[in-house]
């Protein structure tokens, strides 16, 4: 037996680290950045291999890249951009659906519109120029609008964020909005 322990025993110990370090790994009590990576490049592989017909040449991703920033300025673009991007996908390039990857939570305000509503109620609600200049520049500096414009009754997808209200369990769905059957077929 001590002879045993003698010739194997490094290896047994070498083996019970390497598994207590996978082990830790695989229960989240820390990261193995290389191990994370090797699981993505197989999990890839994996997905090329098993696809029927291989990679869909009719499915494009537009993604943000540095030479859009460079040409249109800094994430997030105004819905004014957004909403042409749309127009320009549906009308131009005849796409079938569209997605965002995107959660559009909070209303865009880089047009200056609710300074211009805020005058147009107080220092200048007498000025009759003004007030017939705004109504007509108004639905042009509604970005919120104009993105509305551009996605309605066109098949698009929203991104959608989950969150922690009360009452709401993290990583479970909400309830559905619509009753089962409601689209049938």
Do not use: C
Not at 30 to 59: C, F, H, N, S
Not at 100 to 128: C, H, M, N, Q
């Amino acid at each position: 037996m001590k002879q045993f322990l003698k010739k194997y025993g490094y290896r047994y110990l070498l083996g019970v680290a390497v598994s207590l370090l996978l082990l830790g790994h695989a229960a989240d009590f820390y990261r193995i950045g290389l191990l994370d990576r090797l699981d993505e490049i197989i999990y890839d592989a994996r997905l090329r291999l098993t696809m029927p017909g291989g990679v869909d040449k009719k499915i494009a991703i537009v993604d943000i890249d540095d030479k859009s920033l460079a040409e249109l300025g800094r994430w997030p673009w105004g819905r004014d951009k957004l909403a042409a991007l749309v127009n320009e996908l549906f009308d131009h390039y005849h796409i079938s659906v569209l997605g965002f990857d995107v959660v559009f939570a909070e209303p865009d305000d880089s047009s200056g519109l609710a300074s211009l509503d805020a005058l147009a109620r107080t220092r200048l609600k007498d000025d009759g120029s003004f007030q017939n200049a705004f109504k007509t520049l108004r639905p042009q500096l509604d970005y919120d609008a104009r993105f509305a414009r551009a996605l309605a009754g066109r098949p698009v997808v929203l991104g959608f964020a989950l969150s922690n209200l009360p009452g709401a369990s993290s990583g479970v769905l909400p309830a559905p909005v619509f009753a089962p059957g409601t689209f049938a077929g």
